[in-house]
């Protein structure tokens, strides 16, 4: 395949298990994720994306297996050094996970607060929070709480957030779940143009067809707790197996 | 079915439950003197909290002065007393009642807002989002919120006091054509500042023991 000549993956999910009491959610699932490539997870409803995703970044603790951001490994690292590694990661969540208490221009300053002379951004806050906010068309938004944003405002103010420190590496949690099919698209259309001016990697978790068809360079079917079964979105669709077939047939 | 739960089962709970309030306290502890620090969210909660709770003791505070000089003046006046009033309200409001009441009204109100906030947070993802910039959650939303809490309480104890006597004054001069200033000066002669400064700082305990409530 295209993204694996040679070149060591920016990520990679090795062995992964986690159980929450008898509810054994991920049962040994690997993934490895290539430089400028767009990696598709797709499952169905409480399969686990989400505890996958989680464990990725350290908010939740796998129970075997290992983790590796650009050849370290998570599990190993004190709370600075993660704290380092997790700015070079964007995180957009499921729900967007806008602080309701602050004004957009504060959600996006939050991410700044500890990292911005860390990362040597020299800008000045309010310009970064501005190019942040044209990236994803909503300069205007500003100074509104997000109570006061449709739900696709919302998702892309944190689609905002999540790339306010530029990271190299961007995790989509159910990017488009909850919107409509209109809007689904546009955000998709700000996920690819995104993707073409900073050249980031990314994985993106989705029950969405129509998203891992546009965006999806390779995909990983998340079935029973394993990697299923892995191919381009041309090579799944023609499967024989029922398991694989029953994401495709509507 | 579960079965009945037994004596046992309770004080098992009873111990989880005393187990986790130390580990939360010593946690909050070790958070509390560990730079960075956040200071422009302390300042906002203390504004926060102060604020919301004002109205409610105020209320509070003036239907108690007003309710505790309506109920004991027959009494008093039966032994001729009703000089005493003043003195007698000023110093179980300001040493007993007022630091109590207030303090409970508080733990109701503030607890309840911060856990259906902090509740909501969690579900909806935004302590993930914050742990992920970089934030430490415990610190920015927990440590600064005690603070707020134990820094305002005593303000808003002295508040509630003063409102207290206000109302007390305010029965006193309707019924018994007592001057304010008579009554204030009464009130100045009682109490001295060795009685607010105690009650304040007991305020801060009955915080603590705030926290105890989980055990009933
Ligand atoms: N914090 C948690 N505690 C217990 N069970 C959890 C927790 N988080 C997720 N689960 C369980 O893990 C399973 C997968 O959840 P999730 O990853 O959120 O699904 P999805 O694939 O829809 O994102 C579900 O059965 C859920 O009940
Ligand atoms: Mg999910």
Redo the contacts between chains.
């Keep these: 395949m295209e993204f694996e000549n040679n070149i060591a993956p920016v990520l990679e999910l090795n062995n992964l298990y986690k159980s929450f009491g008898e509810n054994h959610v991920l049962n040994g699932f690997n993934l490895k994720l290539y430089k400028g490539e767009n990696l598709v997870v797709m499952g169905k409803s409480g399969s686990g994306k989400s505890v996958m995703i989680?464990c990725l970044?350290g908010?939740m603790q796998a129970d075997r297996g290992s983790i590796k951001i650009k050849d370290h490994d998570i599990t190993k690292l004190g709370q600075k050094e993660l704290?380092i590694l997790?700015?070079e990661?964007g995180?957009l969540?499921?729900?967007s996970?806008?602080?309701?208490?602050m004004t957009v221009r504060e959600n996006l300053e939050?991410?700044l607060?500890?990292?911005k002379k860390q990362l040597g951004l020299n800008d000045h806050t309010e310009t970064l929070v501005l190019e942040a906010l044209n990236n994803v068309g909503l300069a205007h938004a500003i100074d509104l709480m997000p109570a006061e944003l449709s739900g696709g405002m919302q998702r892309r103010v944190a689609l905002a957030r999540a790339l306010i420190l530029k990271p190299k590496i961007i995790l989509y949690d159910e990017p488009t779940t909850g919107l409509d099919p209109i809007t689904a698209k546009e955000i998709i259309q700000l996920m690819r143009s995104i993707q073409d001016t900073y050249n980031t990697s990314s994985l993106i978790i989705t029950h969405d067809v129509d998203c891992a068809r546009v965006i999806s360079n390779r995909m990983i079917l998340l079935v029973d707790g394993i990697n299923y079964a892995e191919g381009t979105y041309e090579e799944l669709i023609v499967s024989n197996d029922p398991k694989v077939q029953a994401f495709f047939k509507n | 079915m579960g079965r009945e739960k037994t004596f046992v089962d309770n004080l098992k709970v009873f111990f989880a439950e005393v187990g986790d309030i130390s580990y939360f306290t010593a946690r909050f502890f070790r958070e509390l003197f560990k730079p960075p620090f956040e200071f422009k969210e302390l300042l906002h909660q203390c504004f926060n909290m102060g604020n919301r709770s004002l109205l409610l003791v105020g209320v509070t505070g003036f239907i108690l002065g007003l309710v505790f000089t309506l109920q004991s003046r027959p009494t008093l006046m039966e032994f001729g007393a009703e000089s005493w009033m003043p003195s007698m309200v000023s110093i179980a409001i300001v040493r007993e009642i007022g630091p109590v009441i207030i303090a409970l009204i508080c733990a109701g109100r503030i607890g309840s807002g911060i856990g259906a906030e902090l509740g909501s947070m969690r579900v909806t993802e935004q302590i993930d989002a914050m742990e992920v910039s970089g934030t430490n959650p415990f610190k920015f939303l927990v440590v600064t919120r005690i603070v707020a809490t134990t820094l305002m309480l005593p303000l808003l104890i002295i508040i509630g006091d003063a409102i207290a006597l206000l109302g007390s004054a305010l029965v006193e001069n309707l019924k018994g054509e007592v001057s304010y200033l008579l009554y204030f000066n009464e009130v100045f002669n009682a109490i001295t500042y060795g009685d607010i400064i105690p009650a304040t700082i007991k305020s801060f305990f009955f915080r603590i023991c705030n926290r105890l409530d989980r055990l009933l």
């Design positions: 989680k970044v908010l704290d997790r700015t990661i995180f969540f499921q729900g996970a806008l602080y309701d208490s939050f991410p607060r500890r990292h």
